[in-house]
């Protein structure tokens, strides 16, 4: 059940200049590059704070490992990438708002090391966007909200985390939750 959240909005694709005409405020851009009908492996993300591109490694899904099912027993950290993307249409409620808000201070708070390492990324992704439309296809994603990729030793697993709308109204809580989360998927346990 969904708390102090609206239903996650479906995300029909915009025209770039529909897009800026309805969003005052900037939001990150991404651009994806797509050549021979491949998911992209890396994208520019452009932020008002930054200024200039940064590069943002997406992990590139080759076989579906079943849900529900680890990885791999073992996996080595250099095996393992982590992808949070907080897809959002061009107007975003309070509660839409939130959620990308707060997994974006939960991943650059207590991950720093696997950032830089690029072991995990975050992005907030405007899914009404037609250049966004392959990440949207790879992720399956219908509706605005928190998706996480992992891919362990080339077996990619995608997830919609729908538990953190119930959280945030709390933000130790979400933290800690999500944290969680993203632990054990750092490790490579999918379960």
């Not at 993307?85 to 696997?114: M, P, R």
């Amino acid at each position: 059940m969904v708390v102090g959240a609206c239903a996650p909005d479906p995300l029909p694709i915009q025209s770039e200049a529909q897009a800026q005409r309805a969003s005052p405020t900037p939001t990150v851009r991404l651009a994806l590059a797509i050549t021979g009908g491949n998911v992209p492996t890396q994208a520019e993300v452009r932020t008002p704070a930054a200024g200039s591109p940064q590069k943002l490694q997406l992990a590139t899904p080759t076989k579906a490992s079943p849900e529900g099912q680890k990885a791999s027993a073992t996996p080595s950290n250099s095996d393992v990438r982590v992808e949070v993307i907080h897809f959002h249409a061009t107007k975003q409620c309070y509660s839409c708002k939130v959620v990308g808000d707060l997994a974006e201070k939960t991943v650059t708070t207590y991950f720093k090391d696997e950032l830089a390492s690029g072991r995990l990324t975050f992005a907030h992704i405007n899914g009404q966007l037609p250049e966004n439309r392959a990440l949207l296809d790879k992720y399956g994603a219908k509706s605005t909200g928190l998706y996480i990729g992992t891919t362990v030793g080339g077996s990619f697993h995608k997830e919609t985390d729908i538990k953190v709308w119930s959280k945030i109204k709390n933000e130790k809580d979400y933290f800690e939750y999500l944290k969680g989360v993203l632990t054990k998927r750092l490790a490579g346990d999918i379960t």
